[in-house]
Structures are given as C-alpha cells and as structure tokens.
C-alpha cells in the first residue's frame, strides 16, 4: 500500500478564518512533507518532519504552522492567510533519512485551497 | 541551487506516436523519480531510478538515468489519451536527503 490520505479535498476559507489541513499515511513512514504548488509550476517544499520533528522549515509565515501529532499523522494549521496563499497544499512521506538508499516521496492527491 | 530543466515544455501529439521528454541538470542527483501529475491532483510516482545508466520500462513507458546521474529521460511508446497530463522529474539531493529539486515539468495532450 503505497497510499497517502489527504482531508479535505477542497477548503475555501475567508482571511479571519482558522482551519486545518489533514494527512495521513499507512507505509511505516518516518519522514513527512508539506508542498505548496501554484497553477502550471511544480512543487514547492514548505516543513519536512523527521521521526515527529520538525527538520526543515523552508521559511515558511508563521500564519502556516506544520504539527505532526504521531509518525502517521501529518497536519497543517491555517490561519489569517492571504489570497495568494490559494494553492493546491500537498502532502508527502518517504523512509526516514537514516536507513540509507532512495528516499523516494509519495504524494497524496492533495487539498485544493481557496483564501477569499 | 540546484536546477532540473525539461524539454519540451509543452507536447502534443496523436494517439499511437512516440514522444521522449528529457530532464537535465549540471548537477548529480543520488537519484530521480519521474511523476505523472493530473490537473487538481497529487504527482502519482512512476519510477525511482537509482544507478548511473539505468534503465526501465514500465509498460510503454521507458526511463534512462544519465552516466553521470546528472539527466534522465522519458519514452512513451505509442502514445495513447490516458498518457495526457503533467511529467515531472525531480532529483534526489546528494547532499540533504530530505529535499527534491524538481524540474519545470512537460505536460502533454495525446488525441484521438
């Protein structure tokens, strides 16, 4: 099973809102992404977490906050976000770093994101 | 900064024709993965390749990885609608494995 879960499909949020996006994988997994991916243009990597902690945050606003609650679990916590944050957000898990060979990354099918 | 350039950037074609897409860089990469991307969804992995060299095939589908593991390339053989959508390469980190660099992407249309 090389499946990773993504809730919800769709979010349209006003700027005051606060909301959260939800990821969840099944493959034994120690190392968890968030992407943000604008239209016509490839990913772009926000946080990587590594056994449960937070090992890159690629300078990410603080109005975007990763929590990764167990080594399955991946969340993004939104809030005063910006229209130009309307993006598709995806998430993503690989082996952990420390076991050696490819890290290869499996997306989810991601959560299309809409800031009014 | 390390840099993934595909060629062409944009494909289209008729059903049955061959296609290849190429993914190059002046960097080396510990290895690339190929992804096929459809609109509103996640890139669907295809292949990882790993070697120098490498070579394989997934159906109609053919990937090289570079000698030098700096390039890759996609071959589609006769090409069919199913095939429409985004190809993306993105390349291992030698140095940092956590991180992909990936490439501009080629999206293709096949039509009847």
């Not at chain 1, 939800?22 to 190392?31: N, T």
């Not at chain 1, 056994?51 to 991946?74: A, D, G, H, M």
């Amino acid at each position: 099973d090389t499946e990773v879960t993504q809730t919800p499909k769709h979010l349209v949020m006003g700027m005051t809102n606060k909301k959260s996006l939800k990821c969840e994988q099944h493959m034994g997994h120690r190392a968890m992404y968030w992407y943000k991916q604008k239209a016509k243009k490839p990913p772009e990597l926000m946080f990587v977490y590594s056994y449960e902690k937070l090992s890159i945050n690629e300078s990410v606003p603080s109005r975007f906050s990763p929590e990764c609650p167990n080594s399955s679990l991946l969340n993004l916590h939104l809030h005063a976000l910006q229209p130009e944050d309307s993006a598709l957000y995806l998430c993503a898990s690989s082996q952990a770093f420390n076991l050696g060979g490819s890290y290869t990354q499996y997306f989810g099918p991601g959560t299309r994101l809409t800031v009014l | 900064t390390q840099l993934l350039e595909q060629s062409p950037q944009f494909l289209s074609i008729q059903e049955g024709e061959n296609l290849t897409v190429y993914c190059n860089s002046s960097s080396v990469f510990s290895s690339l993965q190929w992804y096929r991307q459809e609109p509103g969804e996640g890139p669907v992995l295809l292949v990882t390749v790993v070697t120098g060299g490498e070579v394989k095939k997934l159906k109609r589908l053919t990937f090289q990885f570079g000698d030098a593991r700096k390039d890759s390339s996609l071959h589609i053989t006769a090409a069919q609608p199913g095939d429409t959508g985004l190809y993306l390469c993105a390349g291992e980190d030698t140095g940092t494995a956590s991180k992909l660099t990936f490439g501009t992407g080629t999206r293709l249309q096949v039509t009847l």
